[in-house]
Nanobody, 124 residues
Framework: QVQLVESGGGLVQIGGSLTLSCVSS????????VAWFRQAPGKEREFVAS????????YFTHPIKGRFTISRENAKNAVYLQMNDVQFDDTALYYC?????????????????WGQGTQVTVSL
C-alpha cells in the first residue's frame, strides 16, 4: 500500500506561482512513477504531468508545457509540481498518483494509488 499526501494548494493570483508537494511514507515510493492529475468542477480528471521512478523522464500535457515543472527527491519520498504563470484554467483539485505504468502514457485508470487532492484556485 502506497499512501500519498498532497499539500501546497491554495489561492494564487493569475500569473503567480505555486508549488505542490506529494509525499509518501512508503519505502517503495522510489519504484513508482508519479503523475499529477487535476479535476475542475464538472470536468473529468485530466493528466497534467508525470515523472519516472528515477526522475530522469518527465512528461507534460500541452496546455501547461513551459509553465509547470515536475521533480522528485526520492531521498525524501517527495514529488513536486512547480506551477508558474498560473491561469484561470489551472483552477482545479490537483491529485498525485503513483503508478507502475509508463509515465509517458499514463491515464487515470492506470494509477495504483491516489492522494486526497489539494485545491488550487486562481484569482484576479
Amino acid at each position: 500500500q502506497v499512501q500519498l499526501v498532497e499539500s501546497g494548494g491554495g489561492l494564487v493570483q493569475i500569473g503567480g506561482s505555486l508549488t505542490l508537494s506529494c509525499v509518501s511514507s512508503t519505502r517503495t515510493f522510489d519504484t513508482y512513477a508519479v503523475a499529477w492529475f487535476r479535476q475542475a468542477p464538472g470536468k473529468e480528471r485530466e493528466f497534467v504531468a508525470s515523472i519516472s521512478a528515477n526522475g530522469l523522464y518527465k512528461y507534460f500535457t500541452h496546455p501547461i508545457k513551459g509553465r509547470f515543472t515536475i521533480s522528485r527527491e526520492n531521498a525524501k519520498n517527495a514529488v513536486y509540481l512547480q506551477m508558474n504563470d498560473v491561469q484561470f484554467d489551472d483552477t482545479a483539485l490537483y491529485y498525485c498518483g503513483a503508478t507502475k505504468a509508463h509515465p509517458s502514457t499514463v491515464v487515470a485508470d492506470e494509477i495504483d494509488y491516489w492522494g486526497q487532492g489539494t485545491q488550487v484556485t486562481v484569482s484576479l
